[in-house]
């Protein structure tokens, strides 16, 4: 579903420094700066756990939050900060926006966008829901605002299979998008009537089952951790499948030492911090170094660097935000909302 230039854009984003290549100096002059505009701007930094480790560290020192994208929409929407900076990817950005729509919201960079949210635009997907109207059509939150405005339903990872028993106790046939591999888990977890849009993650998709099975011969000790936008083939040899959150408790709560984890690695921050002791390994992708696609890091994720957040906050100092603030046109939004609203209301009575 990628095309060709934003196989290229990957490639070449891989082959930029981040972040992690500031000096010691430097990385504190841009954490001093971002403070102080967070506080200027009444603003609140909210993070997903597969950002760069430092502007997790930076969003927490600063009252803001480190989650799953569902857990950063509601965030957002219940802090009281009049500007939320989301980093993340946009499909984030827009969530916050329709869910808080009094609010600015703005992310570090607009281009910030998702392999999924790319493989499934709107002309094709509507045409497809057409084609089945007998269908409940259930979105993963990777999508566009327009994408969950013609759905009944939104998930995330951590909810997609609650989600899904409870309308085929409804006796729903489901249209399923865009993660293939997530359908492929939720329909055989569920056997749920599933339709699948052909979307993937360009990062989980890249993980090899020959690969975690040579790490487990070397670390027969080791628990193997999946999400399970990863293939079928990977989510077969894990102990346990789950959203990042659930994945970050695995670590926590699971009484083995060492974890082989499938998922981007920005989730080690979070996972080494709530488990200190316990040994973690990235579980292996197609090819090293240059011939790597993804490296278990999302290049889109990792736009979200200290010098965009700061020069995002920056821009906002003559009272406008440039480029980097989110709008989602109002009557779409509306219509986003209600299936984005029947999952926080379910999450909300199931968790
Ligand atoms: S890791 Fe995959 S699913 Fe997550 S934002 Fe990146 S491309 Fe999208």
């Known amino acids: 579903m990628l095309s060709e230039i934003d196989r290229v854009f990957v490639q070449d984003h891989l082959a930029h420094p981040r972040t992690s290549e500031l000096s010691e100096v430097e990385r504190q002059q841009y954490c001093e700066t971002i403070k102080q505009l967070l506080k200027e701007k009444n603003a609140v930094l909210v993070a997903h756990y597969y950002t760069d480790?430092?502007?997790?560290?930076?969003?927490?020192?600063?009252?803001?939050?480190?989650?799953?994208?569902?857990?950063?929409?509601?965030?957002?929407?219940?802090?009281?900060?009049?500007?939320?900076?989301?980093?993340?990817?946009?499909?984030?950005?827009?969530?916050?926006?329709?869910?808080?729509p009094d609010k600015?919201?703005?992310?570090?960079?607009?281009?910030?966008?998702?392999?999924?949210?790319?493989?499934?635009?709107?002309?094709?997907?509507?045409?497809?829901?057409?084609?089945?109207?007998?269908?409940?059509?259930?979105?993963?939150?990777?999508?566009?605002?327009?994408?969950?405005?013609?759905?009944?339903?939104?998930?995330?990872?951590?909810?997609?299979?609650?989600?899904?028993?409870?309308?085929?106790?409804?006796?729903?046939?489901?249209?399923?998008?865009?993660?293939?591999?997530?359908?492929?888990?939720?329909?055989?977890?569920?056997?749920?009537?599933?339709?699948?849009w052909?979307?993937?993650?360009?990062?989980?998709?890249?993980?090899?089952?020959?690969?975690?099975?040579?790490?487990?011969?070397?670390?027969?000790?080791?628990?193997v951790l999946v999400h399970p936008e990863s293939p079928r083939a990977v989510i077969e040899l894990a102990d346990v499948v789950g959203s990042t959150s659930q994945l970050i408790n695995a670590v926590k709560t699971r009484g083995e030492k060492r974890f082989i984890v499938a998922t981007d690695q920005g989730i080690f921050y979070k996972m080494q911090k709530m488990a200190p002791d316990k040994a973690l390994i990235i579980a292996p992708t197609a090819g090293e170094g240059a011939t790597c696609r993804s490296c278990a890091n999302c290049p889109w994720m990792a736009m979200n660097a200290l010098q965009t957040v700061a020069e995002t906050l920056k821009a906002g100092e003559a009272g406008e935000w440039l480029g980097n603030e989110v709008f989602v046109e109002s009557e779409l939004a509306v219509r986003a909302m209600l299936p984005l609203q029947r999952m926080l209301d379910f999450t909300a009575t199931t968790s």
Not at 115 to 131: K, N
Not at 158 to 165: D, G, K, Q, T, Y
């Open 53 to 100: 480790p430092i502007v997790q560290a930076l969003a927490e020192e600063t009252g803001g939050c480190v989650a799953d994208s569902l857990e950063m929409a509601r965030f957002g929407r219940d802090h009281p900060a009049r500007v939320l900076v989301v980093a993340g990817v946009r499909f984030m950005g827009e969530t916050a926006k329709i869910l808080t």
């Open 104 to 196: 600015t919201v703005v992310m570090p960079t607009l281009e910030a966008t998702c392999s999924l949210d790319i493989g499934c635009p709107i002309s094709e997907f509507s045409a497809f829901c057409d084609q089945h109207p007998d269908r409940t059509v259930v979105v993963y939150a990777n999508t566009s605002a327009a994408v969950k405005a013609r759905a009944d339903w939104v998930v995330t990872s951590s909810c997609a299979l609650n989600i899904v028993e409870h309308l085929m106790d409804e006796g729903k046939k489901l249209i399923w998008a865009p993660d293939k591999h997530l359908g492929d888990y939720v329909q055989r977890e569920t056997g749920a009537d599933m339709l699948l």
């Open 198 to 223: 052909q979307g993937s993650c360009i990062v989980h998709e890249e993980f090899k089952a020959r690969g975690i099975q040579d790490l487990k011969a070397v670390y027969p000790d080791a628990l």
